[in-house]
T-cell receptor, first 112, second 114 residues
């Protein structure tokens, strides 16, 4: 158990819909990272937040957005969902920088 | 262009045998290199992390090496076990402060056969 929690574990929705994925980092970690992993693909870095502020951006679509709240939990919002958005979405946390990231169990999103 | 390339893409070995996975990178400036193990459908778990000045690090049966001059790293697994079947991901970071550039390799899928 990494100490990072993600909810929900599984999510099934339809094209065009909007969903919110939630992540709670390890106690004491200020940075949260979001990743997308499509079937048989590598991890794609989406975005990083540090202490409530956006710190780095990767290959995140405009239809996706994220935020980190004062209690340091983070949410990833996916809108206008497409079939190709079906993937595992991982959240990771670290104390500050990316030196050691601890990954959550992931949320499996299926868009039908 | 910042890249991390891993080889082989996949590997099948018999239980008890050793194997070595490779990682070449062009990320600059270099901050650290990590190897992760990812079981199917699970989140990656960190195995080792090495900075510029470290050239080897062990974690049980896993030993990672780093040659910062040639920008190459390897992960050696000794006396493989069935539970070693997983994807192994090499990740290179270029970090200035808390801002970060994180480049993931596409992973090596390792299968251990009994």
């Amino acid at each position: 158990d990494s100490g990072v929690t993600q909810t929900p574990k599984h999510l099934i929705t339809a094209t065009g819909q909007r969903v919110t994925l939630r992540c709670s980092p390890r106690s004491g970690d200020l940075s949260v990272y979001w990743y997308q992993q499509s079937l048989d693909q590598g991890l794609q870095f989406l975005i990083q937040y540090y202490n409530g502020e956006e710190r780095a951006k990767g290959n995140i679509l405009e239809r996706f957005s994220a935020q980190q709240f004062p209690d340091l939990h983070s949410e990833l919002n996916l809108s206008s969902l497409e079939l190709g958005d079906s993937a595992l979405y991982f959240c990771a946390s670290s104390v500050a920088g990316p030196d050691t990231q601890y990954f959550g169990p992931g949320t499996r999103l299926t868009v039908l | 262009k910042n890249q991390v390339e891993q080889s082989p893409q996949s590997l099948i070995i018999l239980e008890g045998k050793n194997c070595t996975l490779q990682c070449n990178y062009t990320v600059s400036p270099f901050s650290n290199l990590r190897w992760y193990k990812q079981d199917t459908g699970r989140g990656p778990v960190s195995l080792t992390i090495m900075t510029f000045s470290e050239n080897t690090k062990s974690n049980g049966r896993y030993t990672a090496t780093l040659d910062a001059d040639t920008k190459q790293s390897s992960l050696h697994i000794t006396a493989s076990q069935l539970s070693d079947s997983a994807s192994y991901i090499c990740v290179v970071s270029s970090s200035y402060s808390s801002a970060s550039k994180i480049i993931f390799g596409s992973g090596t899928r390792l299968s251990i056969r009994p």
